[in-house]
């Protein structure tokens, strides 16, 4: 935590010598502090330093499936015939702890075309509506191989 403050000060410091709020400038100098960090202190803190990476992907898949959403609902909406086929799906969770739950069936809610609805009192399965369910198990392998274990890796 110490060092993620650490870069997220001299992001801060970056942006006010530069003089520009823009969401580029803020990554730019997200970036470079974290390379000027890595050079100082890479060996003391390689929790840190291999955790913003993964976070990093996990946030561009993330991102890149809440396109995917978008579109396939937008193209739904706008074709005069509906391609919805609605279900309820259980995912069998590997996150144990409360935490980790949470986040994931936060994100699966924030995609576009699912909603978590429930966990089960064991909190082994967490169940989940999907407005496009074609296939159960490759719904559940997308949600168990691509959400759950990116975000996983990112946060442990």
């Not at 706008?78 to 799906?89: L, N, V």
């Not at 999907?130 to 296939?135: G, K, Q, R």
């Amino acid at each position: 935590m110490k060092m993620f403050l650490t870069n997220v000060f001299l992001t801060v410091i970056w942006i006010m010598l530069s003089m520009k709020m823009t969401l580029e400038n803020m990554f730019f100098g997200f970036l470079l502090s974290y390379a000027i960090l890595w050079l100082i202190y890479g060996r003391q803190y390689q929790g840190y330093f291999s955790r913003v990476p993964k976070m990093l992907v996990f946030l561009a898949y993330f991102f890149s499936e809440i396109v995917k959403g978008s579109v396939k609902i937008a193209f739904d909406i706008a074709t005069p015939k509906h391609f919805m086929h609605p279900g309820i799906i259980a995912v069998p969770l590997t996150a144990k702890t409360d935490i980790e739950i949470t986040i994931l069936a936060n994100l699966i809610t924030f995609t576009p075309g699912t909603m978590s609805l429930d966990v089960s009192t064991d909190r082994k399965v967490l169940y989940v509506y999907c407005v496009y369910l074609s296939d159960e198990e490759k719904e559940v392998a997308n949600i168990k191989n691509g959400l759950e274990k990116k975000l996983l890796e990112a946060i442990r």
